[in-house]
């Protein structure tokens, strides 16, 4: 058995300094780059693409709404061609500086209040799927698994890869939790390993009011921003170990 350990990184800004990403790069299998808009600029992109490269995994853009200050989580309407705009240059963004750099951009994986619209809403989901195909079809889209995002990713033609939360609750319909809400964030880190073991095993969750949820996991997201992002990758790298659940990147697997 094998899954594909992503995390979001790349999230510094100027003189601000987010993360461990460094730290956290040895343990997981692909990294998602802020693109500038909701974190991240052009030398931390630069800088987190070189890291990626000094370990073999697998680079991914993640872009999001233009939005610094509520670090992407707040949702902005938008016009169809503007959304499509924006996902282009954020994407064509990292991909130039993976050029320059003599690495390959592999997946896309979009950020917060967009990524969540994305799930439930076809038409932004579709626009997301168009942009990624007009910039290199053979990226990967990752999306929540059973999603809007992924389905939309499939119509357009792109190898999709259904993602899965660590330290996140699920509603009984399958979405993530709101940050907003109570017990959104899974806190005890133990008990995040053990679900993340479920996923892969079963195939199954528990939603927060206590349904079990069929859940297709192809990759499995660590949040980078978190305090204790560096010692959770550990003990899971440690355990899926234990476990003979081999970890390699959505690339490798897709041949």
């Known amino acids: 058995m094998h899954i594909d350990l992503n995390c979001d990184l790349g999230e510094s800004y100027g003189a601000f300094s987010?993360?461990?990403?460094?730290?956290?790069?040895?343990?997981?299998?692909?990294?998602?780059?802020?693109c500038g808009f909701h974190a991240g600029d052009p030398s931390v992109m630069a800088k987190t693409i070189q890291r990626a490269q000094k370990y073999g995994t697998a680079i991914g853009a993640h872009p999001g709404y233009q939005d610094l200050q509520g670090f992407g989580r707040r949702f902005i309407p938008m016009e169809k061609d503007e959304l499509f705009h924006m996902l282009v240059y954020q994407i064509g963004a990292l991909q130039g500086l993976c050029l320059a750099y003599g690495a390959t951009l592999r997946h896309v994986k979009p950020h917060g209040a967009l990524y969540n619209v994305a799930a439930v809403q076809p038409d932004i989901a579709e626009t997301i799927a168009q942009a990624v195909r007009v910039v290199n079809p053979a990226l990967i889209l990752y999306g929540l698994s059973g999603s809007e995002l992924v389905r939309a990713g499939e119509r357009a033609g792109l190898k999709v890869a259904h993602e899965v939360f660590a330290d996140r609750s699920y509603q009984r319909n399958g979405t993530l939790t709101p940050r907003t809400e109570?017990?959104?964030?899974?806190?005890?880190?133990?008990?995040?390993i053990e679900r993340v073991l479920q996923f892969i095993n079963e195939g199954t969750t528990m939603s927060l009011t206590g349904e079990s949820i069929p859940m297709k996991a192809d990759t499995v997201c660590i949040h980078g921003d978190h305090p204790q992002a560096l010692p959770f990758v550990m003990d899971l790298h440690e355990r899926l170990k234990r476990e003979g659940i081999m970890t390699r990147s959505l690339e490798s697997q897709h041949g």
């Open 18 to 34: 987010i993360g461990q990403d460094e730290e956290i790069i040895p343990y997981v299998t692909s990294v998602n780059i802020a």
């Open 182 to 192: 109570a017990d959104a964030i899974i806190t005890d880190k133990h008990l995040a």
